[in-house]
């Protein structure tokens, strides 16, 4: 499928899949949305949440569906001003190609002291541990999400793959059954959809979901959370 760069409403770029006419990111700004939904409502909300209570400072994400490297390139950032330690896994089946990589504009708009981070997140081999910065170590994993295989080990997921509209066999009961079962006790998932079949599959297999204000374009965007009884 042909895949072309182009530029949002917030002036960062994205790929868009030309014969589905998706996006990686919102067109309403990749950047704005990933701050909003996966920053503010995910990393900030579950690190407070450990701030709070006076737990580790050690994290653990999955990321589902890696792409651009967006989420990671934010998070690698957040996790030094937030001092946080974080074990990052990104799991995407089709990897985003280096010349495609090469045209995003991401460390140009964030921070360009962080643009040997950005392309190192990329330039990592797949399927093994590689320490990104100090307190950052990621490993890429090639596969379909159906074939994840984690219990009990992530703290926190970042649901971001394809739209339902196109892939909905990515937002049912199955998959988000994977999801509950890859999450730790009082774990959370956050996601930019707010669809009431993806709201319902979620609390089918265990989840308490919450409706948040969405990012710009976006009326609202769901978190999900596996208590403590789960």
């Known amino acids: 499928m042909k895949r072309n760069i182009i530029t949002t409403s917030d002036g960062s770029k994205t790929i868009q899949i030309e014969e589905w006419n998706e996006q990686y990111h919102s067109i309403h700004g990749a950047i704005q949305e990933a701050n909003h939904v996966f920053m503010k409502h ?5 690190s407070e949440s450990r701030l709070q209570h006076k737990t580790s400072k050690d994290l653990s994400i999955l990321e589902i569906g890696f792409g651009t490297g967006l989420n990671a390139f934010l998070t690698v950032i957040e996790a030094e001003n937030l001092e946080l330690n974080i074990d990052y ?19 140009d708009l964030i921070s360009k002291a962080h643009t040997a981070i950005f392309n190192q997140l990329h330039q990592t081999p797949w399927e093994t541990p590689c320490e990104i910065t100090l307190g950052f170590q990621l490993e890429k994993q090639q596969k379909f999400f159906k074939d994840i295989r984690a219990k009990s080990q992530f703290d926190l997921i970042y649901f971001d793959a394809f739209g339902a509209r196109v892939q909905p066999d990515l937002w049912t009961e199955t998959i988000f059954s994977i999801m509950f079962s890859a999450l730790k006790a009082n774990g959370v998932l956050v996601t930019y959809s707010a669809k009431g079949s993806v709201r319902r599959a979620m609390q089918a297999v265990g989840f308490i979901v919450e409706r948040l204000p969405g990012p710009p374009g976006k009326r609202e965007m769901l978190r999900a959370t596996k208590s403590s009884e789960a």
């Open 89 to 107: 896994v990104g799991v995407e089946a089709y990897p985003v190609e280096l010349e495609e990589v090469n045209q995003l504009n991401y460390s």
């Open 42 to 46: 995910g990393l900030h909300f579950f």
